[in-house]
């Protein structure tokens, strides 16, 4: 009865869940933690972390998809029946609603800025005050996050293969090309080296506990873990695959997308007098400004930002994925139906993000505005959860050596070891405890 889709070669996976992973997660956090973190003693501990905790997980995650060939919530069904454990898969199919309903009115604004790269910005242009008297407006950000999310929409009631697959074998090279042709752009700038400097000199100065936690919270974010992306995308992954592997594969891109990443961005940043430490609005006021004071920078800037788009948009269809991928088995909906009738209310959850900028400015949850109370609760609440629960059943219940089974299950160029046992029961767990903790304290303590 297995009428299942099936990626159709190993390529496809790859891209599909690289493209997951991909997104404003490497192109603007990774390399701001970077710059700010000590640079490349941060890459170190953060190359480390990624092996230590982002690796077990991703593995523990596709094996239970590939295993069950479900999405999260009908993947816990039917490894352990008439038990709580579907609740981890409840979790994340609600983090994937909430994560999307902001995801793409931030893409959304990058949208915007495509075209404003082209046609309004220039060396003149107060960028600090463009940015907030933008996203305090209406209609355009409401705009194209709808434009956004029809597009997430229309690839997901493709299909898998023929929605998912076929786009993301065109986007992943694709943006590969941009990032190449940016970094060449940024190192050739005069003073380009500083940046550079900036970016990865070792300071070991600047490392602190703040540091791992950063790194451990980045690794879970960039690689899309803890809510079942990955058990949704491994669902769809024939017995031929072998997952740890595949899994490196993904690891390997996402890692050198983030690096990369720094060598566009920073280098042209010191190279036109800015400063690096802008924060969050590093995207959306230094780069603008960069871009303005660099000759035919109306087409870098415009390609900065289709970048970004392209790269959320990669990452939205995982998000959105995860709900549809529920609906269709356990609910029998067409992937048409869960496709429009999700996307649309996704829609307009996250429109209170929007007028969380204008009408609704007063909106207060522990100091934070709408989209940020979204963020809280997705990425420090409901992330490290969904990820701690995750390890817990692979490690514990399901038992590593299952998870191991599953993965070697089609011979690979590296084989899981029984090693990985230490990770996903150990290292894993007590790794997401500390962030879950520190991230608690921070918000009800800091
Ligand atoms: N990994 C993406 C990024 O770096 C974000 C993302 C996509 C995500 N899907 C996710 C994060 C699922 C957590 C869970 O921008």
């Not at 297995?2 to 690289?18: D, L």
């Not at 592997?245 to 996402?254: K, T």
């Not at 009738?341 to 929007?354: A, C, D, M, N």
């Amino acid at each position: 009865m297995n009428n299942r889709e099936n990626w159709t070669s190993r390529f496809g996976f790859i891209m599909a869940a690289s493209g997951s992973a991909i997104g404003l997660g490497n192109i603007w956090r990774f390399p701001y933690i970077t710059g700010t973190n000590g640079g490349a003693v941060f890459l170190l501990i953060y190359l480390a972390i990624v092996f230590l905790i982002g690796y077990p997980i991703i593995i523990a995650e596709m094996t239970i998809g590939r295993r069950t060939q479900k999405n999260p919530i009908g993947a816990f069904r039917a490894l352990a029946p008439e038990s709580p454990w579907w609740l981890v898969g409840a979790l994340g199919v609600m983090s994937g609603f909430i994560i999307l309903s902001f995801y793409s009115v931030v893409a959304g604004w990058a949208m915007a800025y495509i075209f404003k790269s082209i046609s309004t910005f220039t060396v003149n242009t107060g960028f600090a005050e463009f940015f907030s008297t933008y996203i305090s407006s209406l209609g355009e950000p409401i705009f194209w996050h709808a434009v956004f999310m029809l597009m997430t929409i229309l690839i997901v009631s493709a299909g898998v293969v023929e929605g998912i697959q076929k786009i993301v074998k065109i986007l992943m090279p694709l943006l590969f090309l941009i990032i190449v042709f940016l970094i060449i752009r940024s190192i050739s700038l005069p003073g380009s080296m500083d940046g550079v400097n900036f970016y990865l000199k070792p300071d070991f100065s600047k490392i602190t506990l703040q540091t791992f936690t950063d790194a451990i919270s980045q690794s879970f974010f960039t690689l899309s873990l803890g809510m079942g992306t990955m058990i949704t995308y491994g669902s769809y992954l024939s017995n031929k695959e072998n997952i740890n592997d595949s899994a490196a594969y993904v690891i390997f891109f996402d890692t050198l997308f983030a690096i990369l990443a720094g060598f566009a961005i920073f280098p042209a940043v010191f190279a036109l007098g800015f400063s690096p430490e802008a924060g969050p609005g590093l995207t959306f006021i230094t780069l603008p400004a960069v871009f303005a004071e660099m000759p035919m920078g109306s087409i870098f800037g415009a390609s900065f930002f289709i970048l970004i788009t392209i790269a959320a948009l990669t990452s939205s269809i995982s998000l959105l994925e995860v709900v549809v991928a529920y609906l269709v088995d356990e609910k029998s909906w067409t992937r048409k139906k869960a496709s429009y009738i999700i996307g649309g209310i996704i829609f307009l959850t996250g429109i209170p993000t929007i007028l969380g900028y204008s009408i609704w400015s007063d909106f207060r949850f522990l100091g934070m505005d709408i989209l940020d109370t979204y963020d809280w609760f997705a990425n420090s609440l409901f992330l490290p959860i969904g990820g701690l629960f995750i390890s817990i059943y692979v490690g514990y219940i399901w038992k590593a050596n299952n998870a191991i089974k599953e993965a070697n299950k089609a011979d690979g160029l590296i084989l899981l070891g029984n090693w990985y046992a230490i990770l996903i029961k150990y290292i894993a767990p007590a790794a997401i405890i500390l962030i879950l903790a520190i991230n608690l304290w921070q918000t009800f303590a800091g």
